[in-house]
């Protein structure tokens, strides 16, 4: 029988069986590059730990100098309780503390919360995750701190839609360096750390915000010191 390469019906034939051999193609490319991408995802978490250690590293040395400096990893409970026996996804590296904190469902009280032990320079130091929220989405980063368990000593921040030139700067080394030597405790007390603006303000912990991205240094504020409160209930158990 003779098609009618004119008609309606051979014209809609044609483009459903088009959008499905493209679906297909799609749907397999994506499946087969699954495995790369989650091969960058890990590498580029590797090197933002390294990046909060002061250690500059590539897609392409990534790896290795992680498996370098960093000696040992674990997870930790709300109370700052170890956890032990946990399944694969919520091992320290392979748990994705961004969905967890995304994940309504998931308690305050029920988040885990890894540790990245590092040793750089013949010292102890313990890389910790950070997440929380900006001005317009989502900001995360690494804390490093001491191991006098108080002080910090380098940090990495990222965010997913600051405003550039303005929150944005978070990510900036002349912000992140802004933290290097502040403490999160005094006498053993557990003490945060306020983002101020030019240098005002009386407390001894504090840091320089962002002009022009008050918003957005408020919440690396609130993210900090959220979190570094519940890892100082792990180190002050443990010093």
Do not use: C
């Amino acid at each position: 029988m003779k098609v009618n390469k004119d008609g309606n019906g051979y014209t809609f034939a044609f483009s459903i069986i088009l959008v499905i051999v493209v679906g297909v193609i799609l749907s397999s490319l994506s499946i087969g590059l699954d495995p790369l991408k989650k091969a960058n995802v890990a590498v580029k978490k590797k090197m933002n730990i390294l990046s909060a250690l002061g250690v500059e590293s590539t897609r392409q040395d990534g790896s290795d100098k992680y498996d370098e400096f960093i000696k040992d990893s674990y997870v930790i409970s709300h109370n700052g309780v170890l956890q032990e026996d946990l399944p694969e996804e919520k091992k320290a590296f392979n748990l994705d503390v961004q969905k967890q904190f995304r994940d309504k469902t998931i308690e305050v009280s029920d988040r885990l919360y890894p540790i990245f032990e590092a040793e750089k320079d013949g010292a102890t130091i313990f890389v910790l995750p950070v997440v929380g929220k900006g001005l317009w989405g989502p900001i995360w980063g690494f804390v490093a701190l001491a191991d006098d368990y108080e002080t910090i000593v380098g940090t990495s921040f990222d965010h997913k839609g600051e405003t550039p030139g303005l929150g944005a700067e978070i990510a900036q080394d002349f912000f992140e360096n802004r933290y290097n030597g502040e403490k999160i405790a005094d006498n053993g007390q557990f003490t945060p750390i306020k983002v101020v603006q030019n240098g005002t303000g009386s407390e001894e912990q504090k840091v320089d915000g962002i002009t022009g991205g008050t918003i957005t240094s408020k919440g690396v504020e609130k993210m900090v010191n959220k979190t570094m409160r519940v890892y100082y209930k792990y180190f002050s158990k443990n010093k």
